[in-house]
């Protein structure tokens, strides 16, 4: 599971989700309310907090489908970045 | 030089050439039969899946108009396509067009609700929708619908075998090519009629002024149901220029997408504009090709100026005005973009900007009043909308020309340069497209559970905003509203009230909500 911090920095972008829902694994993004310029703000809003840089490959609609997708790549990318 | 708001664009130091190449019978096809015969080689139109040259495009089209023939449809049936942004659909356009079919392009994240209505409106004889669409539009209307790929299919055998030329049929330029649905001052989305005449007029007055050339690459993100969109496929023809389709798809790679296909013109709204600003500031190899951005919606925020031309040296940045009513009504030329930065440009050359009063007369220069257009540019009303058209499209008795009230209120400078300041109506932009309160309210009120309903529209201290007295949780229902109007529609805060204010559209009450808001998000 995601840290607080990507859960606080996600919740941010998603208008749709209430304070007191829980964020699933699989839920879709977009039907919370995360549009293309949601998308574009996120991205470089996790950049920044990770320090992190999403290559061109990764820059996919596919990559922020889910929170799950989108903590997989993020986590991976972090790891890569320690290693 | 006239002390009244009255600025003629044909007599502009800037603008004082006529249109060039402008013939009163020009259609929408034959700007891209004008591209085929002097440039057939030349690359039309790409899109994810692979490019056309301006010959391609010309059979596909001519193929596409052999189809609807073969259809049953003639000049004046409506073809509404709700499908996305792509080859087939430009081919889809011109093959129209040649058949005196009027194209109805409707925005894919159209939903059910509004559709319902907006079919009633058209009565189509034809509705092409993408798969997996059937079975909605089957329960909102009784017109045939196909799929899309089917029909494609066929076209495509009909280009194989080469397409009959007696299907063209001779058009008049005062027929409508096209139905743009907007959003306005009613519930429903309302169609302008756009006749080829007023269509080829603008576009090629647009390019006039915006100067797009043969070796221009126009990286297009916008989609044909929006005339942004729509105009740019014709732009591109008129100046032998290639256009570029972008989707959804590319929003994250949208710098490298941009600089891939050699982009030298990007049309803009702010949103968009957000977006490649913020992509930008994480690169260090933007776009070096790009040469002008164009933007229209809303004005662009100072700092994403400022960033666009950091990250592209040298580009220009249009500022432009206009509504589909008559497309254009204003653009600052693009040798004068850093000029007069509150200004949204000079009228479009060959058409006349009014600012009238409340008396109807223009105002004296630098004062406010509502900004009116006049020119070829004008169309002629909303489709079976009588009341709504006499309102917005007038005949000036004196003159009897057609004027286009916008609802927008501004002045003209002393050189003739306008300026935007407001309305004075429910209506705004957000995102790049016009809508009102009374559409989103209206949508609200249809959700189940939703007594009582009111929006405040955005501005500088907050976004697009709604209230509504129910027992739903706020975010369950801005869903329940995706699920009814697209995307830029739904606002970006809910918030239910126990105690609602007892008229909705009273500007006390929604002062009051106001300062609700502004007051609680401080």
Redesign the interface.
């Known amino acids: 599971m995601w840290d607080q911090k990507f859960e606080d920095l996600l919740r941010g972008f998603l208008p749709f989700l209430g304070a007191d829902e829980p964020l699933a694994q699989d839920t879709a993004l977009r039907d919370l309310g995360l549009d293309s310029l949601g998308i574009v703000e996120l991205l470089a809003a996790l950049e920044h907090t990770y320090q992190v840089r999403f290559q061109d490959d990764a820059l996919s609609q596919a990559t922020f489908e889910t929170p799950g997708v989108l903590w997989k790549v993020l986590s991976g990318l972090v790891e890569d970045q320690a290693a | 030089m006239d002390s009244t708001s009255s600025w003629d664009g044909t007599s502009g130091a800037a603008h004082g050439v006529p249109v060039p190449g402008h013939r009163h019978d020009s259609l929408v096809h034959t700007l891209l039969d004008e591209a085929v015969s002097s440039s057939p080689a030349s690359a039309a139109v790409s899109d994810a899946e692979g490019q056309w040259s301006y010959a391609r495009l010309d059979e596909y089209s001519r193929a596409v108009t052999d189809w609807l023939a073969a259809q049953g449809l003639g000049p004046g049936d409506r073809l509404v396509v709700q499908l996305p942004t792509n080859r087939e659909l430009v081919a889809m356009f011109y093959g129209a067009s040649r058949r005196g079919v009027v194209f109805v392009p409707l925005n894919p994240h159209m939903k059910e609700y509004h559709l319902r209505s907006v079919l009633a409106n058209a009565e189509p004889a034809l509705v092409l929708c993408a798969e997996g669409q059937l079975a909605t539009f089957n329960t909102v209307t009784a017109t045939p619908v196909h799929e899309f790929g089917g029909v494609w299919s066929e076209v495509e055998k009909i280009a194989d075998r080469g397409s009959r030329p007696d299907t063209a049929v001779d058009v008049a330029p005062d027929q409508p090519a096209v139905l743009v649905y907007t959003s306005g001052s009613t519930a429903a989305p309302k169609a302008v009629i756009c006749p080829h005449a007023q269509i080829t007029f603008a576009t090629r007055s647009m390019v006039q002024v915006l100067g797009y050339r043969p070796d221009d690459v126009v990286f297009c993100r916008f989609p044909m149901s929006w005339d942004y969109g729509l105009y740019k496929v014709l732009m591109c023809a008129v100046g032998r220029s290639a256009i570029v389709l972008a989707d959804?798809?590319s929003?994250?790679?949208?710098l490298?997408a941009i600089r891939e296909c050699g982009a030298t013109v990007v049309p803009i709204v702010p949103?968009l504009a957000?977006?490649i600003a913020?992509?930008a500031?994480?690169t260090e190899r933007p776009a070096p090709l790009v040469r002008m951005f164009t933007n229209t919606g809303a004005a662009l925020p100072q700092p994403v100026i400022e960033t666009l031309r950091d990250a592209f040296p040298g580009v220009r940045v249009v500022r432009q005005f206009g509504q589909t009513e008559c497309k254009r009504v204003s653009i600052m030329p693009p040798d004068q973009d850093d000029e007069r930065p509150d200004s949204v440009g000079l009228p479009l050359p060959g058409t006349r900007v009014l600012v009238l009063g409340e008396d109807g007369e223009s105002v004296p220069v630098g004062e406010t009043g509502e900004i009116v257009a006049v020119g070829p540019h004008v169309m002629p009303g909303y489709w079976r909308n009588p009341e709504v058209s006499a309102r917005t499209f007038r005949r000036h008795a004196p003159t009897g020309e057609l004027r286009l009230h916008t609802g927008d209120f501004g002045s003209l400078d002393e050189d003739g340069y306008l300026y935007f300041q407001g309305r004075r109506d429910d209506m705004f932009k957000r995102?790049g497209i016009r809508m009102s309160t009374l559409e989103i309210e209206a949508a609200a009120m249809d959700i189940p559970g939703v007594r009582a309903a009111a929006v405040l529209p955005p501005s500088e201290r907050h976004d697009l905003a709604l209230f509504v007295e129910s027992d739903l949780?706020?975010?369950?229902v801005?869903?329940e509203l995706?699920g009814r109007l697209e995307?830029q529609k739904?606002p970006?805060?809910c918030r239910v009230l126990s105690d609602f204010p007892l008229t909705l559209h009273g500007k006390n009450e929604k002062k009051q909500l106001a300062q609700l808001l502004d007051g609680s998000d401080q």
């Open positions: 959804a798809e929003d994250l790679r949208l490298t949103s957000a977006m913020t992509l500031r994480r995102k949780a706020p975010h369950a801005l869903r995706a995307q739904v970006a805060v």
